[in-house]
């Protein structure tokens, strides 16, 4: 303003819109948030169709090898289903609404947690049960941790050791039926190169495991592209585009 280069009143302006953008929250008011009324707030039915909205339309279809996806519910002549859901902690939450939507759809699908405690002692019976299933599902809740590094050489997040080698051992016995889940980080498959299905999802709130539900059963249009570029993987900007026909088109072939 000194020198001339801008006008004071271009300052005016730039004040005058901040001030009106505060007013309009109620700022000159109220300057703190409630706490208590955030979960109230935040959690309203219109909120909450948002949140789905978006999970649905980030779902991101990385590879599909044509000979897995979609599934068939129960009322479509079902598929026989092996779910191994791969968690830091086997006794939370996380994976609990995606089997529950599961079994929704396909009553007798059978479902395997698996955490670093317990991927070794479980590994012959999961794998004996991936080498019998028709298609077999594993979704990996792996959220980035301050002072966990990855192991593997592609950037990915990397799981335990022992859970990290299940899942190698899925890929390497039952890797064409096997799908993959991303429900954290993308980044997961760079150190499973092998993959040959795979979704990523992006998050393990909720909405993104029902969002990944409907997706392995060609229930939403996959529309997403990836935000990042995955090492040996995808690049940025890639997706396979799937419209709800490709649902009518494969069941039918089946």
Known sequence: VRSGEIAESRIDDSVL???RAKAGLKLHK???VDLNAVAEIVGRP???????????????????NGRVLPLRSSANGGDDVVAVIFTDDARGDSGRTLERLLRARLPSATVYYVDEASAAWLAP?????????????????????????ARGTGGGLGMEQSSEDLLKAMLTNAGAKTVVLAMGSPYMASD????????????????????????IFGEIALRGTLPVSIPRIAARGAGLQRGLSWKLERVGQR
Do not use: F, H, W
């Open 17 to 19: 819109k901040i001030l």
């Open 125 to 149: 019976e999961v794998l004996a049960a991936v080498r019998q299933a028709k298609v077999v599902i594993a979704p990996v809740y792996i959220v980035p941790v301050p002072g966990r590094g």
């Open 46 to 64: 219109e909120n909450q169709a948002i949140a789905q909205q978006m999970a649905d339309a980030a779902v991101t279809l990385v590879r599909d």
């Open 30 to 32: 109220s300057r703190l």
């Open 192 to 215: 499973y190169p092998e993959v040959q299905n795979y979704l990523c999802l992006y998050s393990t709130a909720t909405v993104s495991e029902i969002s990944a539900v409907k997706a």
